[in-house]
């Protein structure tokens, strides 16, 4: 096939991968005038996941797309949040009106769905193109209209003067551009996901319950239903020997403390999420290559242990368009895109790997020592507890306009 003319109209930006992070960049690329399709491989858009939590970072720059409030307004208000033993007794936690207060903003949980139908609502009809399998051709150089980025669509080959690759963590986009990159590493752990939908009774706590090498989280959700997820130390591919993935929550979590128990055994089979999860433990040397810019798990796949991961591609979204100038080259952007991103994200990644290592102890000395010491931070004052969060929550997004 013959390779597109470069002086043919195109698409100005081909985004790879219709999930939160590629949403995010094509809102975010249209708020700026930048004309944008996503060309998404799945026959619809049905999330991969069940719940999602929203730190204050991730919201400031949702405002940016201008759909924040809409999922504030989607959220269960809770009044504290915090840590657990598998008996029950509480480590730590903390009020979500001190959160609000420290950080001007909600830490927040919604369904996965919601945030993916909020994303496409704001977008032109049209953006979306589902069943469409992209894939990167040639990056392209920047600063030259004669050498755009192709890309391989079910149309042909189309020329564009923006990529953005945001095709997950078996991203084909990164291994084009840094061939010679070790790629994703498993982390050790395993997870399940589920939305109950008719819990047996109100959860009387939210936040994460945890063991020895395991963990448990319950998230009420403004519907009623409620979001909980399991963590757990397993070999990569390790699957329950009977296929029943509830069952097997229940063999881990039945002896432990109400409601984890009786949620999992409430929870659908069919609708139990188990993934392993994968990391990006060596950072990228750039997020960028000609004229191709990479964000969300394609560039730092990171543990779930911080909630950070859809919270980092969000905020790679508006960073990204917020370099792009009108009337520029597109292209021009990508090295200060790299350059605000790659320290940033990469932090988070270390920071997420780090909880995970907590999470991860399974001696009875060390989950004693774990135990005491978030004992001892849950006696601080709320002020003193949450500043070791600031490096994260306390990030401002650039403006998408003027």
């Known amino acids: 096939m013959d390779r597109p003319d470069p002086q043919e109209p195109s698409p100005r930006a081909v985004v790879i991968g219709g999930g939160i992070g590629g949403l995010a960049a094509a809102l975010a690329l249209h708020r700026r005038g930048v004309p944008v399709t996503v060309h998404e491989r799945a026959a619809s858009l049905e999330p991969v996941g069940a719940g999602l939590a929203l730190a204050p970072n991730a919201l400031r720059a949702l405002d940016r797309l201008g759909i924040g409030d809409r999922l504030r307004a989607l959220a269960l208000p809770h009044p504290a949040v915090g840590i657990r033993r598998p008996s029950g007794r509480w480590l730590a936690r903390t009020g979500t009106d001190a959160v609000e207060a420290h950080f001007g903003d909600k830490l927040i949980a919604v369904a996965r769905a919601d945030v993916i139908d909020a994303l496409v609502d704001a977008l032109p009809a049209g953006t979306v193109r589902t069943g469409s399998r992209a894939e990167l051709v040639d990056p392209g150089e920047p600063g030259d209209a004669r050498t755009p980025a192709v890309v391989r669509t079910p149309d042909g080959e189309q020329a564009a003067a923006l990529v953005v690759g945001a095709d997950g963590i078996r991203s084909a986009t990164r291994g084009l551009l840094f061939p010679h990159h070790p790629g994703p590493r498993y982390s050790g752990f395993t997870t399940w996901r589920s939305l109950v939908a008719r819990p047996p009774r109100p959860p009387f706590a ?96 990171m543990c779930p242990f911080q909630g950070q991961g859809a919270c980092q591609a969000i905020e790679d979204a508006v960073v990204l368009a917020a370099g792009i100038r009108p009337d520029a080259d ?73």
């Open 206 to 301: 939210v936040g994460e319950v945890w063991g020895h090498g395991r963990l448990a989280g319950i998230v009420p959700l403004a519907d009623g239903r409620v979001y909980v997820y399991g963590a757990a130390l397993a070999p990569a591919g390790a699957r329950a020997a009977d296929g029943d993935e509830r069952a097997e929550l229940l063999r881990r979590y039945g002896g432990w403390c109400a409601p984890v128990p009786e949620l999992f055994a409430t929870t659908d089979p069919a609708a139990v999420l188990r993934h392993d999860v994968w990391e990006l433990a060596d950072p990228l040397p750039a997020y960028h290559r000609g004229r191709v810019a990479l964000l969300g798990d394609a560039a730092h796949a």
């Open 330 to 402: 597109p292209a021009a952007a990508l090295p200060a895109y790299t350059a605000a991103r790659l320290p940033r994200a990469t932090a988070v990644v270390d920071g997420s790997r780090a909880v995970g290592a907590l999470v991860a102890l399974r001696s009875p000395l060390t989950v004693l020592a774990r135990d005491l010491a978030l004992t001892a931070a849950g006696l601080l004052p709320d002020r003193l507890l949450l500043g070791r969060a600031a490096a994260t929550y306390d990030w401002h997004p650039p403006r998408l306009t003027g």
